[in-house]
């Protein structure tokens, strides 16, 4: 199975400052790497995501980038606001267009990512 | 849509009485699943299912049973409960197309005494 890791679990930054969060994977069949969200008592969310084809993808101030060689991605979040204080989760695997879905998605333990104000 | 409902939303149990989360969705989709979430530990996989009649265990099956008699319920079953199942538990479903963005329930908090 997938062997996932995140760095840092804990992540303070000053509002308005960049965070940058990373993930690191063992199972080089996969080829979507998600992130969510998870806002203190609510469900996780999905909040941007990537296809092994593609390097880099961006959403306003959230960001995306893959080195696959490498086995591993990273989320980046720019102009950091108080409503980005969340636990953030990533999820690496084969996609279900590509043959996965076979089974679940194994998480990070998570990045607990503090803005200060 | 509602999307994926869990009830109940908080349930406190003693050792060794049993109960079952709910979970419902209307999205039509295949894959339901159920993780539980401690402190520390991010979000591990418990059961899954790919289609009606269909189930499988993830990373820490052992004191849960589910069943899937519909594409919409997949409810989790806690025979005996421990107070090692303490935790928040979570419903979560995808289609079996395109990316597979998992779609997750509110929670339920159980806690074991």
């Known amino acids: 199975g997938e062997n996932v890791e995140q760095h840092p679990s804990t992540l303070s930054v000053q509002e308005g400052d960049s965070a940058v969060i990373k993930c690191t994977y063992s199972?080089?069949?996969?080829?979507?790497f998600p992130w969510y969200k998870q806002e203190l008592g609510k469900r996780p969310q999905l909040i941007i995501d990537?296809?092994?084809?593609?390097g880099e993808k961006k959403d306003q101030r959230i960001a995306v980038t893959l080195n696959k060689t490498a086995k591993h991605f990273s989320l980046h979040i720019t102009e950091t606001q108080p409503e980005d204080s969340a636990v953030y989760f990533c999820?690496?695997?084969?996609?279900?267009?590509?043959?996965?879905?076979?089974?679940?998605?194994?998480f990070g333990k998570g990045t607990h990512l503090i803005i200060q104000p | 849509n509602a999307g994926v409902t869990q009830t109940p939303k908080f349930q406190v149990l003693k050792t060794g009485q049993s109960m079952t989360l709910q979970c419902a969705q209307d999205?039509?989709?295949?894959?339901m699943s159920w993780y539980r979430q401690d402190p520390g530990m991010g979000l591990r996989l418990i059961h899954y299912?790919?289609?009606?009649?269909?189930?499988d265990q993830g990373e820490v099956p052992n004191g849960y049973n589910v069943s899937r008699s519909t594409t919409e319920d997949f409810p989790l079953r806690l025979l005996s409960a421990a107070p090692s199942q303490t935790s928040v538990y979570f419903c979560?479903?995808?289609?079996?197309?395109?990316?597979?963005?998992?779609?997750f329930g509110e929670g339920s908090r159980l806690t074991v005494l």
């Open positions: 979560a479903s995808r289609a079996q197309s395109n990316t597979g963005e998992l779609f």
């Open positions: 199972d080089s069949a996969s080829n979507y």
């Open positions: 990537i296809r092994s084809n593609v």
């Open positions: 999820a690496p695997t084969q996609g279900v267009w590509s043959g996965g879905g076979a089974d679940g998605l194994t």
């Open positions: 999205m039509n989709h295949e894959y």
């Open positions: 299912s790919v289609g009606a009649g269909i189930t």
